[in-house]
C-alpha cells in the first residue's frame, strides 16, 4: 500500500520538524516541510499530496493563496492554527477546515488529518 502523504507548510522550523518527525512515525510520508507559498507551489508541481496541514500565518504572508490552490486541486487541508477561527485572519477559504491547533498535540492532529482522509 503506498503511503498516504501530507505537505507541511509551517514557517516555525522546530514546529515544522516535529509534525514531520510525529507523522512519519505514524506512516505518513511527507512532503516538505516548507516555510512558505512560494516554495508550497514548487512541491506542488511535481506531486499532489493526498492532505496538507498549513499554518494560516507564515510570517510576512499569509497561506490563503495556497490554500485557494489545494481546494481547486481538490486536496483536503487541515490548519495547525492557534486561533480559533482561522478563516477571520486567512479569509474564507479556511472555513471549516479542521484546525489541529497551536502547539498541536498528537491525537489532536492525527484526529484532524485522519477527519480528511477518508479513503
Known sequence: ??????LIVEDE????MDLKLLLEHHGWR??????????????LDDELPA????D???GTELVTPLAEI???????????SAY?????????VLAGAPNAGKPTGERRLLA???QLTVY
Open 1 to 6: 500500500m503506498q503511503k498516504k502523504t501530507v
Open 13 to 16: 522550523y522546530l514546529i515544522a
Open 30 to 43: 511527507v512532503m516538505g516541510p516548507v516555510a512558505t507559498v512560494r516554495d508550497a507551489l514548487r512541491l
Open 51 to 54: 492532505v496538507a496541514l498549513l
Open 56 to 58: 494560516v500565518n507564515l
Open 70 to 80: 489545494l481546494k481547486a486541486r481538490n486536496v483536503p487541508f487541515a490548519v495547525a
Open 84 to 92: 480559533d477561527r482561522p478563516e477571520q485572519v486567512g479569509g474564507e
Open 112 to 114: 484532524a488529518l485522519t
